[in-house]
T-cell receptor, first 114, second 116 residues
Framework: DVKVTQSSRYLVKRTGEKVFLECVQD?????MFWYRQDPGLGLRLIYF???????EKGDIPEGYSVSREKKERFSLILESASTNQTSMYLC?????????????FGPGTRLTVL | AQKVTQAQTEISVVEKEDVTLDCVYE???????LFWYKQPPSGELVFLIR??????QNEISGRYSWNFQKSTSSFNFTITASQVVDSAVYFC?????????????FGPGTRLSVLP
């Protein structure tokens, strides 16, 4: 079974802190994604990566950065957390190229920034 | 621009009722893929179905069925004889196969509550 794991289910941080969200997948997928999920807005893509050390901006990259040093690991970084970044963060991975391949999701990290 | 609309924000039904979740999409592409995902209370999105734009055949999988109609740009999802375990948020998504990363457009989701 494909497994996507995220380092924390719940996280509470203070405004201005640097926050790291880690995601690991065990199926050798090329593509990895970070989304945030907010009520009424569905999932919005923050960043994605289609290969090691490659990254592309999604729809809402402002205030975030990412790192992919190894194929299985994709990190989301909040350089200086703000209260409007309080949200559910979902990591996903998928195989190869093309539109046919579904994304496999992790359980999510609910981040609260105080 | 691509867009997915799920007009039903929340639906409540009593167990054993049938329920249909609506999904309307917008795209200028002639080739695209449509997906449904289920997000149970545990939080992890679970893939349910994928349909490509050239295959308008409806699909049935157990109590689940999907009705794809290109003429109305809809890809509706029906649960027959609903059960409490069907309670979840359901997302419809659209994907352009040629556009890396920017290619998954999710709808806002429909929260389904099935009451015993």
């Amino acid at each position: 079974d494909v497994k996507v794991t995220q380092s924390s289910r719940y996280l509470v941080k203070r405004t201005g802190e640097k926050v790291f969200l880690e995601c690991v997948q065990d199926m050798d997928h090329e593509n990895m994604f970070w989304y945030r999920q907010d009520p009424g807005l569905g999932l919005r893509l923050i960043y994605f990566s289609y290969d090691v050390k490659m990254k592309e901006k999604g729809d809402i990259p402002e205030g975030y950065s990412v790192s992919r040093e190894k194929k299985e690991r994709f990190s989301l970084i909040l350089e200086s957390a703000s209260t409007n970044q309080t949200s559910m963060y979902l990591c996903a991975s998928s195989r190869g190229s093309g539109g046919l391949n579904e994304q496999f999701f992790g359980p999510g990290t609910r981040l609260t920034v105080l | 621009a691509q867009k997915v609309t799920q007009a039903q924000t929340e639906i409540s039904v009593v167990e054993k009722e049938d329920v249909t979740l609506d999904c309307v999409y917008e795209t200028r592409d002639t080739t695209y893929y449509l997906f449904w995902y289920k997000q149970p209370p545990s939080g992890e999105l679970v893939f349910l179905i994928r349909r490509n734009s050239f295959d308008e055949q409806n699909e049935i999988s157990g109590r689940y069925s999907w009705n794809f109609q290109k003429s109305t740009s809809s890809f509706n999802f029906t649960i027959t004889a609903s059960q409490v375990v069907d309670s979840a948020v359901y997302f419809c998504a659209l994907r352009d196969p040629w556009d890396y990363g920017q290619n998954f457009v999710f709808g806002p989701g429909t929260r389904l509550s099935v009451l015993p």
